[in-house]
């Protein structure tokens, strides 16, 4: 397993953009599918976004679809979430997840990491 450590999150406007980062170690970090996840306080975890091994299919939940953008570099270990027009309904931590595939829910399996907090205010 890889052991992930996000970061990039803060307190930022509605309408203004951050980018997360999520930095892994260990060298089997470009065999698996990359996930972010986000949880709002009071709500259920959630899928946000994904990317395969390979950084040629990106998969996205449909709010963040259009505003978000995924992308990862294997050879810095770390991928990243890129979030414009960010709304304040977007305020959760979000977590980055490394497993065997797409999942759109959260899993047992896999490696997480501790999260970030994003906070939009309005």
């Known amino acids: 397993q890889v052991q992930l450590v996000e970061s990039g999150g803060g307190l930022v406007q509605a309408g203004g953009s951050l980018r997360l980062s999520c930095a892994a170690s260990?060298?089997?970090?470009?065999?698996?599918?990359l996930h972010w996840f986000r949880q709002a306080p009071g709500k259920e975890r959630e899928f946000v976004a994904a990317?395969?091994?390979?950084?040629?299919?990106?998969y996205y939940a449909d709010s963040v679809k259009g505003r978000f953008t995924i992308s990862r570099d294997n050879a810095k270990n770390t991928m990243y979430l890129q979030m414009n027009s960010l709304k304040p309904e977007d305020t959760a931590v979000y977590y980055c997840?490394?497993?065997?595939?797409?999942?759109?829910?959260?899993?047992?399996?896999?490696?997480w990491g501790q999260g970030t907090q994003v906070t939009v205010s309005s």
């Open positions: 260990g060298r089997t970090f470009s065999t698996y599918t």
């Open positions: 997840h490394a497993d065997r595939g797409v999942m759109m829910r959260p899993t047992m399996t896999g490696s």
């Open positions: 990317i395969l091994w390979d950084g040629r299919g990106t």
